[in-house]
């Protein structure tokens, strides 16, 4: 099946500075879901991207799929206290499995 | 609508023992799944079940058995519980498989000692 890597694992930034996580692939990718999950919470869906090198924004956020659907990015502008928790990418599970595989997360913390 | 629920929301268990951890949604969806999150980890996949009557084993099912004998409901079963399997269970439903949004339940934080 496929399986997806995100980086950075924690992510430091001082409230106001832009944050960036990252999702990688080595194969081709059929569709990339973002997932917010707050401290002590459970994770909610943020968007799903299916098309080579499409954006779409919500906000303060941006996302992007890559041309060749390998990879994906979450882009938070200006980032808020309201921001804290950990991003998750997931793709479609693939070999045979109809559900997604999650990445390991990025934890942002933000520092006022 | 309540969407996903579980219950317990937070149980300890003894070495050997067994429970059941109940997910129930509202929303009609045919899917729905098992995970569990381990500290600062991701979600791995225990089970999932595509509609009443059929379930599959994701990435770590052993350990854990499942049912779905109604749309609603989807509980997970422990048997013989292990220290290993201490982490935060989530179920989660979608109307159909991984092209849709999953919503997930509040979780259940377990404690195995």
């Known amino acids: 099946g496929q399986q997806v890597m995100q980086i950075p694992q924690y992510q430091h930034v001082q409230e106001g500075e832009d944050f960036t996580t990252y999702c990688n692939s080595s194969?081709?990718?059929?569709?990339i879901q973002w997932y917010k999950q707050r401290p002590g919470g459970h994770p909610v869906f943020l968007i799903q991207?299916?098309?080579?090198?499409e954006v779409k924004k919500q906000k303060r956020l941006t996302f992007q799929f890559g041309e060749a659907k390998k990879n994906s990015s979450l882009h938070i502008t200006a980032t808020q206290t309201t921001d804290v928790g950990t991003y998750f990418c997931?793709?479609?599970?693939?070999?045979?499995?109809?559900?997604?595989?999650f990445g390991k997360g990025t934890h942002l913390i933000i520092q006022p | 609508n309540a969407g996903v629920t579980q219950t317990p929301k937070f149980r300890i268990l003894k070495i050997g023992q067994s429970m059941t951890l109940q997910c129930a949604q509202d929303?009609?969806?045919?899917?729905m799944y098992w995970y569990r999150q381990d500290p600062g980890m991701g979600l791995k996949l225990i089970y999932y079940s595509v509609g009443a009557g059929i379930t599959d084993k994701g990435e770590v099912p052993n350990g854990y058995n499942v049912s779905r004998s109604t749309t609603e409901d989807f509980p997970l079963r422990l048997e013989l519980a292990a220290p290993s399997q201490t982490s935060v269970y989530f179920c989660?439903?979608?109307?159909?498989?991984?092209?849709?949004?999953?919503?997930f339940g509040p979780g259940t934080r377990l404690t195995v000692t």
């Open positions: 929303m009609n969806h045919n899917y």
């Open positions: 989660a439903s979608s109307q159909a498989g991984g092209y849709y949004e999953q919503y």
């Open positions: 194969t081709t990718l059929s569709n």
């Open positions: 991207l299916v098309k080579s090198g």
């Open positions: 997931a793709c479609h599970s693939g070999g045979g499995a109809d559900g997604l595989t």
